[in-house]
């Protein structure tokens, strides 16, 4: 053969391997592709890392893949090809072995394992000729997710499956970012969740304790009527006693004179009868009785009512959403402050027919409480606050108005911000109107002031009854 049919034959074999390479290249790219789309389709990390691995082993039969995640200094077997089982990884990864220093270096490699290194690397039975190395990590950055690793890739057409393995990790490096930065996303939101429980709970014990002197006068009202009612009780149970007893004693004559008694003992012990009811009118001990009774038990009521308020107020909110009519609501609101308002301002209340809405409620009587707070503080002397509620059909709209101080103009725009307050030191937190807004704002509503200095402020609550929330 001379140099002409020689040159001919090795275009032929160079064409014939190009040929190759291109329909090996359209297949890869083919598999690629739908690789992307079923990765795009997963929602777990778990399925991801899965699908990658098997698509690696199946782009040559003869490989295995190992994939290594870091995390916390700690490395763990993520995913392995089938017959990569029966070993320990901190065993092989103790001291100076070959797998410990591809994994120190940190970068892809490809490395010809030596005879004295072939056998049993992995401890597995494995005979390893070749371990290609690609670090899981984002390039220019300290972030360091695990290693790869592919054993026994065949040498021939190796630099095509090198870009493509170099895809495939990069979409491994891709998801395990996101997992992770969704990860520490879903702790933070969780973290600001319960820091804003604590807020809100603080908020209510700081409310709780302003409004102490006048829930303790509130309780302490009835219990002083409770109290006297007693005694009178006391004295008319003594008094009845002994009428009773001399009713005994009648009986008792009465007997005797039937069997042959003296029938003026008899009428001794009636007349004394006689003058104890008319020396503790009797008749109008049993017309005081029934009064007494009734305004004990109204107090009893009014009582269990405060503490029932209370309670429910200062208790920690679990989360639960239920179905609340906020009149209802609004109401209970008013009877934990009413020793503060009635002093402060006439009350007018205004209530529409409200549907039941999907609600947190507490967290919308700690809403109610702040603005009746509020109002109460802004009122110097004698005036009114004013309550209306009403619903539109879409939303439910309350207007909670006072005839205060009202706010000035230049930091109304402010009064919603975190620890912005205009009280003295000691007198507010700065976080009540700010928790009423995002309270407000999670129910998917709007809470906004319109104020005149010197004339009042009316606060407008607006609660969508399609909020996206749902008993349970």
Not at 355 to 363: D, G
């Amino acid at each position: 053969m001379n140099n002409t049919d020689q040159q001919l034959e090795n275009l032929k074999k160079e064409n014939g391997k190009l040929l190759e390479l291109a329909v090996l290249n359209s297949t890869v790219l083919d598999q690629l592709s739908a690789l992307i789309k079923r990765i795009l389709a997963c929602e777990k990390i778990g399925d991801i890392l899965e699908i990658s691995i098997t698509y690696i082993q199946n782009l040559s039969r003869d490989s295995s893949c190992l994939l290594l995640l870091e995390e916390n200094g700690k490395i763990t077997v993520s995913n392995r090809s089938p017959g990569l089982t029966g070993f320990d990884i901190n065993n092989l990864l103790a001291g100076s072995s070959l797998l410990s220093r591809l994994l120190a270096e940190k970068k892809e490699t490809v490395t010809v394992v030596s005879e004295e290194d072939a056998e049993n690397l992995l401890g597995s039975g494995l005979k390893i000729n070749r371990i290609i190395c690609f670090p899981l990590a984002i390039p220019y950055t300290i972030k360091y997710f695990g290693s790869l690793l592919i054993f026994n890739m065949p040498a021939e057409n190796i630099e095509i499956y090198l870009y493509f393995i170099r895809i495939i990790a990069q979409i491994i490096i891709t998801a395990i970012n996101n997992h992770r930065v969704t990860e520490s996303l879903a702790q933070s939101l969780k973290s600001l969740q319960e820091y804003q429980s604590r807020l809100l709970q603080e908020e209510k014990m700081a409310t709780i304790g302003q409004l102490a002197a006048g829930i303790a006068h509130e309780i302490n009202n009835p219990i002083a009527f409770i109290k006297s009612n007693l005694i009178s009780l006391e004295k008319y149970s003594k008094m009845f006693i002994s009428l009773i007893k001399e009713y005994e004693n009648v009986v008792t004559y009465a007997r005797k004179t039937l069997e042959g008694g003296n029938p003026l003992l008899f009428l001794e012990r009636l007349k004394i009868i006689e003058n104890l009811r008319k020396e503790d009118d009797i008749d109008w001990l049993f017309e005081d009785i029934k009064p007494l009774l009734n305004d004990s038990i109204e107090g009893t009521v009014r009582i269990k009512e405060i503490v029932e308020n209370l309670k429910n107020f200062s208790h920690v909110d679990t989360g639960k959403i239920s179905m609340v009519n906020l009149n209802q609501n609004i109401q209970s609101t008013l009877r934990i402050i009413y020793n503060e308002l009635k002093y402060k301002a006439d009350l007018k209340e205004e209530y529409g027919e409200l549907p039941l809405l999907a609600c947190h409620a507490q967290q919308l009587s700690q809403v109610f409480l702040n603005v009746f707070t509020n109002a109460i503080q802004s009122i110097e002397s004698k005036g009114e606050i004013s309550i209306k509620t009403r619903c539109t059909g879409t939303d439910i709209n309350i207007i909670i108005s006072d005839t205060g101080c009202g706010i000035p103009h230049d930091i109304q725009s402010r009064i919603f911000e975190p620890f912005f307050t205009t009280k003295p030191v000691g007198k507010g937190t700065g976080l009540g109107l700010h928790i009423c807004y995002t309270i407000i704002k999670e129910h998917k509503g709007t809470i906004s002031v319109q104020s005149e200095p010197g004339k009042g402020s009316a606060f407008t609550v607006v609660l969508p009854l399609d909020n996206g929330l749902s008993a349970g």
